[in-house]
């Protein structure tokens, strides 16, 4: 190869080299997933609403077909964010609309509701502290605070339900269970939190793509004094 081919396959490389360097550096620096505030609205002290939803296919978005978590904003409006501003030392009320069918888990540790006031979650309005997922209908996924040692079995919607939804942000008058749990958050800090069904189907173990991406599976409570 002539020397002017040598530097041209150089230079070539080069352009390769930092035009993916810049791609990182923006995809690192753009947010990934906003923060849906729920302090600001928030007279002090008072208990916090916060109304989530988990849908088995989100179906917009860079990955439509993925399993994800979206969160209703103070506006009342459904916002694909998994990182949520709350008060410290505050009580929330969460109720998690759960839209996705469900499966036994593989490890029934996680069919265990824990770290809630009274250790209890209502489904569809009826109490329970444990849910046996080799029956009826499975768990599709969990609300999993670790750090606060919270967790929430979702309990999935029948397989053959009748009016499942597949696209979010879904409305109620699709199939879904309703489960409820109140905490108390600690105090400032980012706690992180996650589903820990192995949900994401077509990825090694269930374990890629929606489950260890921001924005789908898992996220922070962002708690500020
Ligand atoms: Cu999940």
């Known amino acids: 190869m002539s020397f002017g ?3 041209s396959v150089v230079l070539g490389l080069f ?3 930092a035009g993916l360097a810049v791609w990182a550096v923006v995809g690192f620096m ?3 997933t906003p923060t849906v505030d729920f302090t600001a609205a928030q007279p002090s ?4 609403d916060l109304t989530v939803q988990t849908v088995g296919t989100i179906g917009f978005g860079a990955h439509p077909t993925w399993v994800s978590y979206l969160v209703k904003n103070p506006s009342g409006q459904w916002v694909h964010s998994t990182v949520w501003k709350v008060p410290a ?7 998690i609309e759960q839209y996705d069918s469900g499966s036994p888990l593989r490890n029934q540790q996680w069919g265990l509701v824990a770290g809630t006031t009274g250790g209890v979650a209502t489904l569809n309005g009826k ?6 997922s080799n029956s009826g ?3 599709g996924h969990t609300f999993s605070i670790p750090t606060l040692g919270i967790s929430v079995p979702l309990v999935g919607i029948a397989d053959d339900a009748k009016n499942p939804c597949s696209q979010a942000p879904c409305t109620t008058d699709f199939d879904h269970n309703v489960i409820k749990v109140s905490f108390v958050t600690p105090g400032p800090g980012e706690y992180p939190w996650q589903c820990y069904v192995p949900c994401g189907l077509g990825f090694l173990y269930g374990n890629g793509g929606p489950m260890s991406t921001l924005g789908y599976m898992g996220g922070f409570l962002d708690v500020t004094a």
């Open 45 to 48: 002290g008072a208990p916090v």
């Open 89 to 95: 030392h505050t009580r929330i009320n969460l109720t």
């Open 5 to 7: 081919g040598r530097l």
């Open 127 to 132: 109490p329970i502290a444990l849910y046996d």
């Open 30 to 32: 753009l947010p990934t």
């Open 137 to 139: 209908n499975g768990v």
């Open 15 to 17: 352009v390769v080299a």
